[in-house]
């Protein structure tokens, strides 16, 4: 899919996140959309990615650990096509993530 990323808002402490760091960007990556990875604690990354958050997630409210936001051109007019919240098999993830990206 051209121009369409998945962003995974993910935390360092997070131990589902860790887990699914195992398969989450291959399956992206098969799934032909590129990934991007903004641990909540990187400051320098997690800036540039920061109001795509909070335009789905105020003040943080009701993300999962980890989310993901699959989004259309994020370096530029954005638009959010869908969302994959909290830990889940590598099946199931590419369920998830192949059904929000054929619908768009």
């Given at each position: 899919m051209e121009n369409v990323f998945v962003i995974k808002f993910s935390s360092e402490d997070c131990g589902t996140c860790h887990?699914?760091?195992?398969?989450?960007k291959k399956v992206s990556n098969e799934c032909g959309v590129e990934f991007i990875d903004?641990?909540?604690?990187?400051?320098?990354i997690y800036r540039i990615?920061?109001?795509i958050l909070l335009t789905k997630y105020p003040n943080k409210e009701g993300?999962?650990?980890p989310t993901y936001l699959i989004v259309r051109n994020p370096s530029e007019d954005f638009?959010?096509?869908?969302e994959i919240k909290g830990?889940?098999?590598?099946?199931d993830f590419r369920s998830q993530l192949t059904s929000i990206i054929t619908i768009s």
């Open positions: 887990r699914m760091s195992h398969y989450d903004v641990p909540m604690q990187d400051t320098n990615y920061r109001k993300m999962g650990w638009s959010i096509l869908g830990g889940m098999s590598k099946g």
